[in-house]
């Protein structure tokens, strides 16, 4: 039986000094409870610049949606709803498999 939102990975880059970074944390935690098969990583810009850059962060906060093979399905910045999340969240669990040669 399939588990929804299995191996789906809700990405948010923030910063300490961000309102709305705190918002969308909220936002998350609720999608979270939601969806307990959803994992969720939070990664501060200034503790992690490196991967901030690698994923082209340039605002906070930014939320990336990944398929369980980790190709990002969809990304925003600002607060999103929970029904924003919720739609992303399914878009990524009905994402085709990603060719392993196209990222870089």
Known sequence: MDQPAQGVQLEL??????A?????RTVLHQVERM?????????DIAAHPD?????N???TPTV???SPDGAEVQRATGVPSVAQVLHAVALATDAPPQDS????
């Open 13 to 18: 880059y923030s910063s300490s000094f961000c």
């Open 20 to 24: 709305a970074c705190r918002q969308t």
């Open 35 to 43: 969806l307990p098969r959803l994992s969720l990583v939070e990664r």
């Open 51 to 55: 991967l901030a850059e690698l994923d």
């Open 57 to 59: 962060i340039v605002a």
């Open 64 to 66: 990336i949606i990944r």
């Open 101 to 104: 040669g196209t990222r870089a």
